[in-house]
């Protein structure tokens, strides 16, 4: 079982609150990703990290902004919710060399009403 | 640009019949292609890297192969615990950042 783990599992907030998903990953990856997954739609890539201090945008442009200060953890925050943004939000991590798998969280439900 | 195509979108079983789910590529240089299962509501669950034609890798009651423009995951006599939908993702030379998904194709096994 991978040890990569999202929190919170579901998520109702206002809009224009800011939030920020955590997800943190126990297996020393040097890579990790944010992926943004509709109901019955494929997953899209939003954010993704070769390793620390190293953040870029992936192919679906998404307001929201990621960190990665540590190996182990890589943060997304919505500065301001709004209802286009409820979706599933799945954090992923590989290691860094070679055509490895990647492992994914549980995901993160975020409703914004 | 890397794409992924999956098929059929939806499949219905009785328990023991086996059948197979297609996956289709177009990459520029494959270096992987992983089948992942998804149960709802949940991430993804890695099942199997193939990373040459011809290769073939078993568990369970699942069975995935690779040609150069396609993969097929062959489910031998299904249980209803088998049903989720499976997904597909290539990993290619010509990005080598990021999975490219399919759709995925959502499998029901009845009792």
């Known amino acids: 079982e991978a040890d990569i783990y999202q929190t919170p599992r579901y998520l109702v907030i206002g809009t224009g609150k800011k939030i920020t998903l955590e997800c943190s990953q126990t297996?020393?990856?040097?890579?990790m990703y944010w992926y943004q997954q509709d109901p019955g739609m494929e997953l899209h890539l939003i954010h993704y990290?070769?390793?620390?201090?190293?953040?870029e945008k992936g192919d679906l442009s998404s307001e929201s902004t990621v960190s990665r200060i540590r190996t182990e953890h890589f943060p997304l925050t919505l500065e301001s919710a709004r209802p286009s943004h409820t979706s599933q939000y799945l954090c992923a991590s590989r290691a860094g060399q070679g055509n490895t798998e990647a492992f994914f969280g549980q995901g993160t439900r975020l409703t914004v009403v | 640009e890397d794409q992924v195509t999956q098929s059929p979108e939806a499949l219905r079983l009785q328990e023991g019949e086996s059948s197979s789910l297609n996956c289709s590529y177009t990459?520029?240089?494959?270096?992987?292609l992983f089948w992942y299962r998804q149960d709802p509501g949940k991430g993804p669950e890695f099942l199997f890297t193939l990373y040459s034609a011809g290769e073939e890798k078993e568990k369970e009651r699942l069975k995935a192969t690779l040609t150069k423009k396609e993969s097929f995951l062959h489910i031998t006599a299904p249980k209803p615990e088998d049903s989720a939908t499976y997904l597909c993702?290539?990993?290619?030379?010509?990005?080598?950042?990021?999975?490219?998904f399919g759709k995925g194709t959502l499998l029901t096994v009845n009792p």
């Open positions: 993702a290539v990993w290619s030379g010509g990005s080598n950042y990021k999975l490219t």
């Open positions: 990459v520029s240089g494959l270096r992987g």
């Open positions: 297996m020393g990856h040097d890579k």
């Open positions: 990290s070769y390793g620390v201090n190293s953040t």
